[in-house]
Every structure is written in C-alpha cells, then in structure tokens.
DNA sequence: ATTTCAACCTGGCCGC
DNA sequence: TGCGGCCAGGTTGAAA
C-alpha cells in the first residue's frame, strides 16, 4: 500500500503524538505481524521512550530509550515498521474497539491513546532492531541495504545515474529497486515516468545524462506534492495516524486511469501488464522506446 | 554477479 | 445470493 509520501505523513504523525512517550505494555495478536524477535517484543518494548520518529524510503522506525532520563544516550537500537501493503498505524482511545485485523497494540505510560498497528494482508511487520550505519547515517540494521530515498540529503545523485545506466533492465523495475533508490512504489514511478515522459521499458542502458536528471526531478516533484495533500488514498487502507485519508489520487495523472484522458495531450490512458501489477502510461507523451515491445 | 519471479496474505469487486 | 477468478500501493529469497 503505502509510498514514500504516506509513510513520511503517518511518520509526521508518530512524531507529534507518540515521540517521547514510554511505553507500558505490548501485546501482539498475529504472529506474523512481529519479525525476528517472534514472542519478546513486548518485553524488548515495555518501560522504554519513543524518542523520535525516522524514515527512510518506506520504512519507518522510532529510536528506543533506555528507560532512563537522567542518562541521556544516542539510541542504540529502534522498533522498525513496515507497512507491506495494507498496514495502518492508529492513534486511538485505549477503550476503543479492537479494529478487525488488530495486529499489534501499544500503551503508553501517560494513559493516553495507544497506538496500533492494523494490517489486512499482513505483509508489513514491526521488530526491535539495533542501529547501524549506513549511507552516512544511523538506521537499523535489517534495513542498511536499503539506499537512500531522492528526499534525502545522502542522496547520491550522480552515482544514481552511474548505477542506474549500468544495469541491464528496464526503467520501471529500476526505479521499484529499494537497493537503488527507495521509497518509490507503483504508482509514484508511474505518475513521475509519465511526467518525465519516458517510457516504463526504456532501457537503462540507454538513458542519457539529462534524461536522467529530469527523471529524477520528476521522482522528487511528485513525491512532495503527495506529501503536500496528505498522500494517496485508493479506499480506506491508507490512513494517517488520526485515520484520515489523503487528497494526492486526484492528482494522478496516469496511475489507475485506464482508458481516461492523459491530462498533457487527451490520448486515452494505456495500461500495460507489468511484474504481475499495472504499468499504466500516456501512449502519445511515452511512446514505446524504438522498435521495442515489452 | 546480476536479474527475474513466485510466494507471502486477505478482501473487494466483477461476471456468471 | 453464491462462487470462482482477478486485482491490489511491497519485499524477500531462491532460481535462472
């Protein structure tokens, strides 16, 4: 489910209303929904401050205290988030009812409202983890394979044209590679290739310098003007922390409009088979690369 | 070494 | 109303 610009408003979010709280108590109510640290993550949790909130492309994690204020250190370790594909953390009444596929529940110390973590498909996940370092700066260790997201200031981006023109793939699929630029999912790579008007099976190989940099203005671009509205929400699965939805899906000018206007020239919108998914794209403004066919 | 793809899940929607 | 098939925003690990 969520992108780069969901994850970064639920972390806003978790940043106002969970940062420098302690935590009380811990229950877990899927198995599935707790990675590595299967059965004491409650323990791991109980007593400890969320010191703040952090991300990196789509994942999410908030430095643990020690438990005690009067000792001040740099966090060594950090409960790690990811959201998979229907995962939803909520800021609710400690006496609300349970959600229907409640997975984990946190309380607070300050008998405040709890945060849970909801999650359908349950793809996405929460551990403790240690910190590391990695891209010049302090993650968790599960996750320094990941590279930097075009937000960021470690964002390399010459050496993201040098990787990204060494591969041997199609454009799409680099984009979608966590390992060369995270935080950018399905639909943000649809909606930032049809503004940089290059073709989702262009390959690699063949990009230009300049191709490249306009790409990757367009990634940045529609990464914030997401963030801007709050994010996209299809139905009821992408929420903020509070529950509400975002307004970026009508600004979308390609991703699920299949058949519809292209917003720049009025073509009909093509949606093609892509990895088990949807590539959708404007036939006229991204014609297929050369002779190419998928 | 690099690139690709099935698998992990649940639920909503569509057509029969 | 019910049932099968299809689709959904992500990542991983193993195979090619």
Known sequence: MPELPEVEVIRRG??????????ASAEVLHPRSVRRNTGDLPARLKGRPLLSAERRGKYLWLPLGDGDPADPREAEEALVVHLGMSGQLLLTDRGAPAERHLRVRLGFADDGPELRFVDQRTFGHMLVAPLASAYGRRVPEPITHIAPDPLEEAFDDDGFAHRLTRRRTGLKRALLDQSLISGVGNIYADEALWRARLHWARATETLTAAEVTELLAQVRAVLTDAIAQGGTSFDSLYVNVNGESGYFGRSLAVYGRQDEPCPRC???????????R???????????????RP
């Open 14 to 23: 978790l940043e106002r209303w969970v940062a420098g709280r302690a935590i």
């Open 266 to 276: 009025g073509a009909p919108v093509r949606r093609d088979p892509f990895m088990n």
């Open 278 to 292: 949807s590539s959708y794209s404007c036939p006229k403004c991204q014609p297929w690369p050369g002779d190419a």
